[in-house]
């Protein structure tokens, strides 16, 4: 195993005008049930969506998304509920249980469709085969897969697991590029069949940069608890380039070679890039400094989820979830990823606003009602509210590319 440590490589991205006041706003057309993170709500806590595509009748695709310990949930196109699949339980009394962060789809893998998840509590990957008859998935994980990242159980306890999730298929093989939690380490696994179970192995892994120079020579590391890193969460492969886009939540979004060759190149950072914040012991929080202007000017950290649109003739747009101000902002798939503007998911139909999302999926082919295609986004703050419980959920809005023109 391989491990590439990289230089800074910055690239300014083409002008455009700065977010506007009131961004455009796209109305979802269904939401799914709401996900309780207590006991009674099975500590369920959305986080991340697939959209598996039903090659032979697409008004019967899926929605897959991952709820951290409360597992999988699996959705039609109305929103509602066809399946649950539990997150495993911990090992032992005091190990980490099962905790579903990310989801990603392999399409045709030895003749089956799979949902692919990363196991943060687990360190591992889990594997779910799609029947397109029956809607149904079922588990083919391979129950002697190894770690991603760690040796051991107590390494896996200490949390530095498996993270961030994203397939790639390179006409050679089919791999998942895996981030690990509260490092800047991405990994690339193969993904291996035997006797129809599905496993992995890790075949190199990259580094990415944890401090910065600033223009005024000064350096700087976002803050944090200490002992952790700037981590990579959201990441997408543009599988008509082969290129990997992920976003350190704290930085921006990188684009490098999905094999992790090469550098990185940081296409647009957040706002609040170069800031030093302080890290407070007694909230736990990070206390925001003094903005010396080193940011830019349409992320609000954290970057979280990325989606690629595909356009006809290569054309097409990346979308991120801009989280700390509730909108998604969109980049062009060609050249250096210029920025094209800014959109929110508002409320509409009886259905409440998007705020603080994590991941998102776009697919632009029809999908029974969703005549130009469906965009999928977690809601972290879902209402309506229910006391003081934490409430998450999905929405399905109809993707409409004029958005960001």
Partial sequence: MRTLLLSLALVAVSAAPALAADPPRATPLAET????????GGNANGDDPAIWVNKKNSARSLVIATAKEGGLYVYDLDGRQLQHIAAPPAPG??????RFNNVDLVYGFHGRDLAVVSDRGRDQLRFYAVDPVTLRLADV???????VFNKDQKEVNEARTAYGLATWQDGGGDYALVSRRHQTRIGLARLTERRGKVSYRLVRTLDLPRAFELPDGSRWRPCGEPGELAQVEGMVVDRGRDVLYAAQEDVGIWRLPADLSGEPVLVDKVKEYGRQDTYDPKTEECLPGEDRG?????????????????????????????QGDNTFAAYRREGRNAYLGSFRVGTGRGIDATEHSDGAMVVGEPLGRFREGLLVVHDGQNTPADGERENTNFKFVPWDARLVR
Avoid: N, Q, R, V
């Fill in 294 to 322: 080193h940011g830019g000017e349409h992320l609000a950290a954290d970057a979280e989820g990325l989606t690629i649109w595909y356009g006809k003739g290569g054309a097409g747009y990346l979308l991120a979830s801009s």
């Fill in 93 to 98: 009394k005091d190990d980490e249980p099962g």
């Fill in 141 to 147: 994980s391979d129950p002697a897969a190894p770690y």
């Fill in 33 to 40: 049930p709401a996900l309780f993170d207590d006991a009674a």
